[in-house]
Structure formats: C-alpha cells, structure tokens
C-alpha cells in the first residue's frame, strides 16, 4: 500500500510527462485495470490449491518486475503489458491477489466476533502506509527536482520505491504462518471458480460493487489529485500532503466504523457512512480555490472509506466458510472491472475547462444509487455474529410484559 500511494502521485504524472494525451492514458489506466484483475483472478482462484503463501510471494516478485519495466522503458504497449502483469494500480486500492487472499486468511483463522474489529485495524494499517506513500513520493521529487533532476528522472525515481515494495513483500510472505492455508479437501468440486453455496450471495454483491466500482473508476483518487493539479498548479509536494491527508482520515475512520457497526449494523454503517461521502464527491469540481477544494477532499476522507472494513468483513461473514478465497477474489475482479471502464469515460473529460465538473457528477450519483440498493437488499440479512448479538440481547432481556 505504500507503492499504491506513491504510484497515484506519479503515475498520471509520469505518462504525461513521457508525452501521452488524455485519451492515451485513459486507455492505459483501464486496460491497467481490466488486464490486472484477470490475471489476478487467476492467481487468486488457484490460491487454495498452489498454496496461499507462493501466490502472494509470486505477486511481490511480479510487482517488481513491472515497476522495473516502468523505469526502463517508455513504449506504450511495454508500459501497458507491464502493468498488466504486475497489478499496478492508478486508483490506489489493490487490484492483485493480495487484498483477497489476506482477507480469506484472517478470516480463516479468526472467529466471528474478532473478525470486523481485525479487518478495521488491517484498513488502518494500509491507509496510513498509502498515505506516507504519496507524501514520500511528493517529497522525494521535489527535492530531486531542486537539486537539478529531470521531471521526467524524478518520476522514474518514485517508481523505484515499487520494486522495492515488491521485493519486500516477497521476503514478508515468505515467513507468513502456515495456519492461512486451506485443506486441500474442504476445497469446493465442480466448479472452476471454486464457489458453489455461497454463488447466489456472491452474484448478488457482485452485482452491487459493480455500479460502486464503476463510480469510483471514474474518478480514482490519482485523477483527483491530477486534476487538483492542472486546475490549480499544486505543485507535487502539495499533491504529497493531500494524499498523505486523504489517507490519514481514512485510516483513522476504520475503527470509528467498527464502533458504529456494533450500534447499527454491518449493511447500516456501509450506507449511511456512504452516502454523505458521495455527496461530498459532487461538490469538490465547484469550489473555487484549491484549498476549498482540498478540504471538501480531506472531510470526504474522513467517511468514504469507513464502509471497506465493515463491507469486507459482511462479506466473508456470508459467504461459505470453505469459498471466502474465490469469493473475495471474484468481488473484487468485479469491482475493479467494473472500475477499469471509468478512467477512459472520464480522462478526456478532466483535462477540459468545460467538462471537468462532470466525472465528479456522474461518480456521486452513481455511489448514492449504489447505497440504496444495498440497503434495501441486505438490511434484513445481518452476519453470523449480528444475529448471536440480537439473540444474547433477547435472553438477557427477559420475558416482556404480559
């Protein structure tokens, strides 16, 4: 996550420093996502039977590999196979197998009650860690930058810190406990995706964090900061500051959102969390300075992630115990397929005076629909450990009034 906060620094950046237009880099952005999730989709459901721990050692070493291609190459069609193969992300979240598979693991190990509160502190860890990301790789090219370097070697030096992130994940997976993998037995039969019970519930979802992904794609937060960008010249240790900002926020909502789902609920606190940081998105394209503008960015930060914890956590709670890999590994191909169409709608649209309003527009409204969907969907099915809560509650109640 520390490479992902980096790369949305630079990586819009980069390409256009190396001489591609709009149009060029959204196509890359999207086939970045459509072709990084299908490879990670292969990873992921092929985990449980290669073993866990080699699948997430493999990703760290491909990681490398295509960071490296990066810096040494400026061929379009290079650049795109790379990130393909190497699951760079533009939007700052993960599109490779390690965001399922970690997921599946801790659930694997954990009990219901522990899971939610786990899955709030692993959002904290990887929020803080994007955010030193972007203010290191803002930081790190302006003083290359004053030094005498090249913007274009500046960039290439940030893209540095993903083969490095790479490596090191390699190494960590490598001493990961044995207890995260699965009985080769307990695997599902008949079904190459590896989902046979839970196929309803996972369609379902599915379904649902398509329309979100697909708002979100259209304005990723590395498009968020190119724009802040181009509309008001923030130079890159500015755009460091907001994404270590926007990350921080983030990081510290996690464990808010675990308290507040313990009141009203997992599927509660994913709506009414979401839907006041989708009315913030419409509102960042009409504020006239760049500090409104960032404030608008930094509150929105504060409660457009509190949703990821709860929502992950509801997810491997519904799903069959023996399926959470390939569920989660299939959720999140389709949320970041359905996120790879965005960048190509919305790229054009961004670098034009009179057109940039409408990505944020689109995405906002698109988010809110999304919402409501899913509460009216899933309100009346709690997880495993809600409804152990609400039957403890009836027994210590007691008897009504007669």
Do not use: C
Not at 65 to 85: E, R, T, W
Request: overall charge positive; hydrophobic content about 50%; glycine content about 10%.
């Amino acid at each position: 996550m520390f490479a992902n906060g980096s790369a949305i620094l630079v990586l819009v950046l980069y390409l256009a420093a190396l001489g591609f237009d709009g149009p060029a880099i959204g196509l890359l952005l999207t086939l970045t996502l459509l072709g990084g999730t299908l490879f990670s989709l292969v990873l992921v459901t092929r985990a449980d039977r290669w073993g866990r721990r080699r699948v997430l050692v493999g990703g760290g070493i491909l990681m490398a590999l295509a960071s490296l291609a990066f810096i040494v190459s400026d061929n379009y069609v290079v650049l795109v196979l790379a990130a393909i193969i190497g699951m760079i992300s533009p939007s700052g979240s993960d599109v490779g197998p390690f965001l399922p598979i970690e997921q599946a693991s801790l659930s694997h190990i954990l009990t219901d009650r522990q899971r939610t509160p786990a899955f709030g502190w692993y959002q904290v860890a990887g929020s803080f860690s994007s955010g030193f990301g972007a203010i290191a790789a803002g930081a790190f090219v302006q003083l290359l930058k004053n030094g005498g370097t090249s913007e274009l070697d500046a960039y290439r030096a940030v893209i540095g810190f993903s083969v490095a992130s790479g490596l090191a994940l390699a190494a960590i997976f490598l001493f990961a406990s044995p207890r995260m993998e699965v009985d080769p037995a307990a695997r599902p039969k008949g079904s190459r995706l590896g989902i046979h019970k839970s196929k309803g519930i996972v369609t379902r979802l599915s379904a649902l964090f398509a329309v979100d992904s697909f708002a979100s794609g259209v304005i990723p937060m590395s498009l968020v900061l190119y724009w802040i960008h181009i509309r008001f010249d923030v130079p890159e240790i500015g755009l460091g500051g907001v994404g270590l900002g926007f990350y921080f926020f983030t990081g510290i909502s996690a464990p808010l959102s675990v308290w507040v789902s313990r009141r009203i609920g997992l599927v509660n606190t994913m709506v009414f969390t979401h839907i006041p940081a989708s009315l913030l998105l419409v509102t960042i394209p009409f504020m006239p300075t760049a500090e409104l503008a960032v404030a608008v960015v930094l509150v929105r930060a504060m409660i457009t992630q509190m949703d990821v914890p709860v929502r992950n956590s509801y997810t491997m709670a519904v799903v069959a115990p023996e399926e959470r890999s390939a569920s989660a590994g299939i959720m999140n191909m389709v949320r970041t397929l359905s996120q790879s169409v965005g960048p190509g709608i919305s790229t054009p649209l961004l670098v034009m005076a009179s057109t940039w309003m409408f990505p944020f527009i689109l995405g906002g409204a698109l988010k809110v629909a999304y919402d409501l969907s899913l509460w009216r969907l899933f309100r009346a099915h709690p997880a495993p450990e809600e409804r152990e809560l609400q039957a403890e509650r009836r027994a210590n109640a007691g008897p009504g009034p007669r």
